[in-house]
């Protein structure tokens, strides 16, 4: 795919003038260094007109004029490099592979995985390039994907178009971790459903709810990879489809939908690639427990403080959300989502989805 | 398929037959009970005949003569009249839906989901069925197939034949959960090899190493599922391919192996189907980390017990583990499979497997 070559190009690009920088320091007399924004809580900011989440100005500088800051800044000079050959030679690796391979780097050695993630990171933010971009792949799954849309993957062994009803098993199409390898050829669906748990996924294709409501259904595999909020995002843009979040009913379950919606802290350079503002939280709601007398657990003690600090959250600063919460922390109760079996295998498909989803103007 | 009609056809009766053991019981003035085998570690037997270990000879015994027992074949029987209607409905649900459902049965509700799994379990053993007929899935995901492999899959949504690497994307063929709905069709495979880590299963990929050595390349996501597991099995059945299993060098991964080939406790009564006594353990062979110099970490203390513990293990009753454990213990070191990049992305696919193959007379 062109885009991609293009994209390839432009990341090359923006690796060598990093190293062009500190070659422009150096001839000037100045001590190479690099600035980035500093990557706390502190530093992130809503931004209004995107919705997303973005880290906000503060910088910090790392600078040779240390021995620190030196043997990081040589770190950086090797990941370029590196990053910069497999450019090169249409190459790929796992962010676990690349730290192994530092062994080689003598000084320049990582300690530890997460100091090269962050470094990766940090490349990210200064070249504004995803990872992917530079074929780094985390260890972790992607998720899948069951419905009418067919896609086009560009793979090592050529191009393959799949239709994610037709041309999958049981399973659905397995989503590769960079999604940007991938077209969204064409669909037939009304709108997405990003399912938290795999229970769920496979009831939802067992009561055939894709077809008869014309429903794509992700698999989110729990606390969503960036290649499967990547999906989300593109389907949402492309398709002009309502991407709707079903979890269970918990604290770190709206952290899943807040994640999809909003982005993450730790992603918060990629917010405006990875997040759906526009995605929609059907439930499991706290009112649902209540008005379906669903099958619950008590909050632990952990829950509560979660549910406490997502009111303080500005992602979640809504009315919605305070009466949930607050309903939440008066019953005390959370439930998970195949809990609506308990009222038998077809409720939640034939009651439960299509009560709210119209509720919500889906349907 | 007409295999699994007749299956599942057997499944019914002998669900049947265990209400009829009770109405038979009953009408010759006796207690209702069960008898099943003592599902305990002293109750494991290594079967010399197929090499996989099995549950022995002791039984404990299940009657309505006390309150709880007779509460317990009131739960069993909600479960057999539950898995009844499955069938007749060709309906499935996962093993927590299963528990959620429980919810309606008043007395014989399930306290908590590791109740009625083993309930399950015990359907099992009594009926000599796996739960996987009975159309109960687990949450766990399947693993994933890359290589010369055609499958014909049977999904509700019509008959689909793949080709493991012409038909799917880079992330390769999501293994259904009920492996026993699958036909293996053809294959132009030499062997097959079960990969621990997702990082080696892509590398493998990106390195053509399938199509190189015709290798069929199964990523076991860690300690494999029972799907994985009844796949690998198959595959050896079938179409007579050794199978290879490739982890971590540490007592962790060694177990994954011992899962692979002889079978886990949990699952003593599956072992027949899902342990592949011919697997052969590739590495990371403690040998490997002071042959190749891999970077390694220091063993912790529960890496030493479960060392120590594998010693003692019958599983690990060889001259080739008892080398390879003592030597560990010896240089107090661990190592990834993704350790090999240190020497290069190549190393594994180029020096080190096709070295290990050879030796193996895999190659």
Redesign the interface.
């Known amino acids: 795919m062109r885009g991609q070559v293009e994209t390839e190009q432009k990341a090359a690009e923006r690796l060598y003038a990093i190293a062009e920088r500190w070659y422009g320091q150096l001839s000037e007399g100045q001590i190479p260094s690099i600035a980035l924004p500093t990557r706390t809580k502190q530093n992130i900011e809503y931004d209004e007109g995107s919705g997303v989440w973005k880290y906000g100005d503060r910088e910090s500088v790392r600078s040779a004029q240390t021995a620190k800051g030196a043997v990081h800044l040589l770190k950086m000079a090797y990941v370029v490099g590196f990053l910069k050959q497999q450019l090169a030679e249409n ?4 962010l ?3 730290y ?2 530092s ?2 780097w003598k000084q320049a050695k990582f300690a530890a995985q997460d100091e090269s993630n962050r470094l990766v990171e940090d490349l990210e933010i200064l070249t504004d390039i995803q990872r992917e971009v530079y074929h780094l ?1 985390p ?4 998720a ?1 994907l069951f419905g009418p849309i067919r896609v086009r ?1 560009q ?3 050529g191009m ?1 178009e ?1 239709h994610c ?13 960079n999604v940007d ?1 991938l077209e969204f050829v064409d669909h037939d669906a009304n709108f997405v459903i990003a399912l938290e ?3 769920m996924y ?2 939802l ?2 009561n ?1 709810f894709d077809e008869e409501y014309g429903a794509a259904l992700v698999h989110l ?1 729990g606390q969503p990879a960036r290649s499967t909020r990547r999906l989300l995002k593109r389907i949402h843009e492309e398709f002009k489809l309502p991407v709707i979040v079903f979890t269970d009913g918990d604290p770190w379950s709206y952290r899943i939908y807040a994640s999809v919606a909003y982005g993450s802290i730790k992603a918060a350079h990629m917010s405006e690639l990875l997040a759906t503002p526009q995605a929609q939280f059907v439930g499991v709601q706290p009112s649902d427990i209540r008005d379906y007398d669903l ?1 619950a657990d008590h909050l632990s003690d952990q829950d509560v403080a979660a549910l406490k600090a997502e009111l303080t959250d500005p992602r979640f600063a809504s009315d919605y959300w305070r009466e949930q919460i607050g309903l939440q922390l008066e019953m005390g109760l959370k439930a ?1 989502q ?5 009222q ?2 077809d409720f939640v498909t034939r009651e439960y989805l299509p009560a709210r989803l119209s509720e919500m103007g889906v349907l």
């Open positions: 190459r790929s690796s796992t676990r592979e690349m192994y391979i062994e080689g792949r260890e972790e799954d992607g899948s993957e793979t090592r062994r393959r799949i009803q037709d041309d999958v098993g049981e399973t659905g199409y397995q989503i590769p971790n390898a748990t795999g229970g496979a009831r294709i067992e055939g595999k099958p998970e195949q809990a609506f079996a308990s038998g295998l």
